[in-house]
């Protein structure tokens, strides 16, 4: 994940080997409430073309190198989770056929974190379906994070809310990324979920800024929110002071059970926007493809690296030889020429 040092963009962006380009709508300075939604929804409502060029001159200009990272998430914690986020399987209330497990023993983990060192990760992310640990969960986990970093992993976690000295023992133990979202903007949030505040997200990111710890944050859209409730979203992520170091944008996978299962779904081109909206105003962030991209199929995710994405999570089975999922993204990164970035992610969970 990128430096957060130089936040400031200016009003013109310059590509390699082209003239200066001078934007319409003026690229702001990174501070607080540097996107108005107002500006947002300008950009959302750009001609196509013009939206996309936009954010790649930014894309080109912020990651000259134009490598896509690649993050594997694998759960250590699965289901029986207490909250209600209408969108997840993992939720005890909804049945979804979705099993609740125990965490796994230090031993599997650690395990896994050395299989993932072997393949080439240098980052071994742990993550649990929870509405917060507990703290007989949080011994256990600094424990994962101590041991993953002592076998010179870099270590990311998602563990759902945190209190302040959560936060700080994750610090401690030696986390260095810690994934919260926001799932979506203010106005639409209390028709996904009732069992916790945007606010009590915010103050986990506080608490995790607070501690020391690299944010990655972002949000779901396709849930039945308006564009301006998506650029509500872009809004709240990019006007985060600093923004996130990483910026996860899922396209929502509707499970049966779940509430949100049986919406329309969102027009591809509309999150092809998205990703273009989240590059132009978190320039210096890693866009991530989330959840959602197998159903998008190869055009729609080449638009979306067009529109900036530099991130995609990759099949859980990464460390095993045949996974066809991760032979497709091969084969599409090949396609499209696209270098990858010397990092994998081996996530475990995905809670937000
Ligand atoms: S997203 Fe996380 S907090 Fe929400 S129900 Fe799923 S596992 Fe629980």
């Known amino acids: 994940m990128e430096s957060m040092m130089d936040q400031t963009v200016g009003h013109e962006s310059k590509v390699e080997n082209t003239q200066p380009v001078t934007f319409q709508t ?18 959302f409502d750009l001609p196509f073309n013009d939206l996309l060029f936009k954010a790649q001159v930014l894309h080109r200009e912020n990651f000259p190198n134009g490598d896509v990272e690649l993050a594997t998430l694998l759960s250590i914690k699965t289901g029986g989770c207490e909250e209600d986020c209408g969108y997840c399987p993992q939720a005890a209330r909804y049945d979804t056929g979705v099993e609740a497990k125990k965490m796994m023993d230090v031993r599997e983990v650690l395990n896994a974190a050395k299989a993932a060192r072997e393949s080439g990760a240098t980052r071994f992310c742990m993550g649990a379906a929870w509405r917060s640990p507990k703290d007989r969960d949080m011994e256990k986990v600094e424990t994962m ?22 936060a700080q023992r994750l610090k401690d133990a030696g986390l260095d990324y810690y994934n919260h979202n926001l799932d979506t903007a203010p106005e639409f949030y209390n028709n996904v979920i009732s069992t916790r505040d945007y606010q009590d997200r915010l103050d986990t990111l506080g608490h995790v800024r607070t501690a020391g710890l690299k944010v990655c944050c972002g949000g779901i859209v396709g849930m039945g929110e308006t564009r301006r409730q998506r650029a509500g979203l ?9 923004y996130p170091e ?12 779940t509430p949100l299962h049986g919406l329309d779904p969102l027009d591809p081109l509309e999150f092809v926007r998205t990703i273009a909206v989240a590059r132009i105003t978190m ?14 199929g190869e055009a729609v995710q080449a638009m979306c690296f067009l529109a900036g994405a ?40 995905s809670c937000s």
């Not at 872009?234 to 600093?242: D, E, H, K």
């Not at 320039?283 to 998008?296: D, T």
């Open 145 to 166: 994070v101590r041991e993953v970093k002592a076998m010179g992993l870099e270590t990311c976690a998602t563990l759902g809310m945190l209190k302040e000295e959560q």
């Open 310 to 349: 530099n991130s995609i999570f990759y099949g859980d089975k990464l460390l095993t030889t045949d996974n066809p999922e991760a032979e497709d993204d091969r084969v599409l990164l090949e396609k499209l020429g696209l270098k990858t970035r010397g990092v994998v992610e081996k996530k475990a969970g």
């Open 234 to 242: 872009i809004a709240q992520l990019a006007n985060l002071n600093p």
């Open 246 to 257: 990483s910026v996860p944008v899922n396209h929502l996978v509707q499970v049966e059970g």
């Open 283 to 296: 320039p210096k962030a890693r866009v991530r493809l989330s959840a959602g991209r197998r159903q998008m």
């Open 26 to 43: 003026p690229v702001k300075p990174i501070t607080a409430e540097t996107w108005p939604v107002e500006d947002v929804m300008a950009l």
